[in-house]
T-cell receptor
């Protein structure tokens, strides 16, 4: 069966520090991968998605970047965190191919607090 | 572009009350529609879905019907339990290779005894 791992679960970082959140998927190949952010009092905002290794699409210009160094690994990064980067970050995956899509599967999330 | 509008929360109900959470959408073409649930401190789980007009998705006593004429996908449950307390997200999936989900802002449900 497929599983998605996301870590760390919680993170407190000072303003200006770097960030690296990692997400890996097991039990499937060539998935679509997504990073979402849920800010306090707001809904889910798609930040990045990837349809293959090295292919990253950004939905919202911001202080963050994403990379996909391996087929089932998706990394969210920042060189210098801002207070506004605080939120709940969710990684998700789905199968590739419009005809095969059933749902997106989400990780447990990382709660990031920038202080 | 695609968008999803959900009713504002929080919604507070007594146990065994009837629940409705409104959701309307804007999309080109024929999107698939979803309800996801987020329990405290956890990620999102798919609750139910509908892929075409007039389809009814159902799971764990929750139901939602895909109404193309009103562009709606309202979530209902006849008798809520304390364990249903969570945040509920309505979402739609566009067509295309990446098959991205567009979410509403979420509605927090609090069920009390």
């Amino acid at each position: 069966s497929q599983t998605i791992h996301q870590w760390p679960a919680t993170l407190v970082q000072p303003v200006g520090s770097p960030l690296s959140l990692e997400c890996t998927v097991e039990g499937t190949s060539n998935p679509n991968l997504y990073w979402y952010r849920q800010a306090a009092g707001r809904g889910l905002q798609l930040l990045f998605y990837s349809v293959g290794i090295g292919q990253i699409s950004s939905e919202v210009p911001q202080n963050l970047s994403a990379s996909r160094p391996q087929d089932r690994q998706f990394i969210l990064s920042s060189k210098k965190l801002l207070l506004s980067d605080s939120g709940f970050y969710l990684c998700a995956w789905s199968v590739t191919g419009t005809g095969m899509w059933t749902e997106a599967f989400f990780g447990q999330g990382t709660r990031l607090t920038v202080v | 572009g695609d968008s999803v509008t959900q009713m504002e929360g929080p919604v507070t109900l007594s146990e065994e009350a009837f629940l409705t959470i409104n959701c309307t959408y804007t999309a080109t073409g024929y999107p698939s529609l979803f309800w996801y649930v987020q329990y405290p401190g956890e990620g999102l789980q798919l609750l139910l879905k509908a892929t075409k007009a007039d389809d009814k998705g159902s799971n764990k006593g929750f139901e939602a019907t895909y109404r193309k004429e009103t562009t709606s996908f309202h979530l209902e449950k006849g008798s809520v339990q304390v364990s249903d307390s969570a945040v509920y997200f309505c979402a739609l999936k566009d067509t295309g290779t990446a098959s991205k989900l567009t979410f509403g802002t979420g509605t927090r449900l609090q069920v009390t005894l």
